[in-house]
């Protein structure tokens, strides 16, 4: 028992770990009620932990936190797993993918109660696991859009980000900066990336998650993971290293 400090129970997704001292972790939650926190896991290293294996990147469960008021470090008291993402670890492709969210989780969702984007998150995890192989980079990046659109950056792509006209069908400017497509007055010679018609028509795919996922070959799911990469650096790094997101769209585990 810590006097004075709550204690409170919330499903919780690990997002990180690191080693502190010779028998504890600091692990980074994303939490359904509390949003994003670091907390110590006193004796988390130690053989007979009761921790166990629990606190593995990406498991899920219930966290029992000692909260802090004010302090950005709380005390986890306990973590009972639910869910380990095992095929995650056993797929390089899921697991990037996985990692992204994982880094856009630790570095932008605040660190208040936003159940919008635990969601987004928990859901994405379970479908990354069971998606079928073809469809993996797809459901990557629609993963990816649609975190960033419940933490508040939603691109726009049918009507202009600038004056807000409606936008016609076909290829259109999309400038990250900007964050989204431009009609051809406000884009200029030089409005930003040109999404050919089809391009257009599987981002708006990719950023409805009730669609049919677009079928993207290997040129085009790049492309895609580029863009959207490109959108993250623009509206929520902020100067910060993403080396998830870099290892994620540089692949270079599928390099020859």
């Known amino acids: 028992m810590f006097p004075g400090m709550p204690l409170v129970s ?3 997704i690990v997002l990180s770990t690191l080693k502190y001292s010779e028998s504890s972790k600091i692990v980074r939650l994303a939490t359904r009620d509390l949003g994003v926190h670091s907390a110590i896991a006193k004796g988390a290293r130690r053989p007979r932990s009761r921790f166990g294996a629990a606190l593995q990147v990406l498991s899920e469960g219930q966290a029992q936190l000692y909260v802090r008021d004010h302090r950005e470090l709380h005390t986890l008291a306990a973590f009972d797993l639910a869910r380990v ?35 987004a998150l928990r859901h994405a995890l379970a479908l990354l696991e069971t998606v079928p192989a073809p ?3 797809a459901l990557g990046i629609r993963a990816v859009w649609r975190l960033v659109s419940v933490l508040g950056f939603a691109p726009a792509l049918d009507v202009c980000v600038r004056d807000g006209a409606p936008l016609p069908a076909g290829p259109l400017p999309f400038s990250a900066p900007e964050g989204g497509a431009l009609c051809a007055t406000c884009a200029g010679p030089a409005g930003g990336t040109r999404l050919p018609a089809d391009a257009r ?19 085009h799911a790049a492309a895609h993971e580029r863009l959207a990469a490109r959108y993250v650096r623009w509206h929520l790094a902020d100067g910060a290293e993403l080396p998830a997101l870099e290892f994620w769209t540089r692949r270079p585990w599928r390099s020859a």
């Open 85 to 119: 993402p095992v095929r995650l670890a056993e797929d390089l492709d899921r697991y990037a993918a996985a990692s992204v969210l994982a880094e856009i989780m630790v570095r932008f969702a605040p660190a208040d109660s936003h159940t919008e984007s635990f969601d």
């Open 10 to 12: 919330t499903p919780a």
């Open 135 to 137: 469809e993996v980079r």
């Open 201 to 219: 028509d599987a981002l708006a795919l990719l950023l409805d998650p009730a669609a049919t996922l677009p079928a993207l070959d290997t040129r």
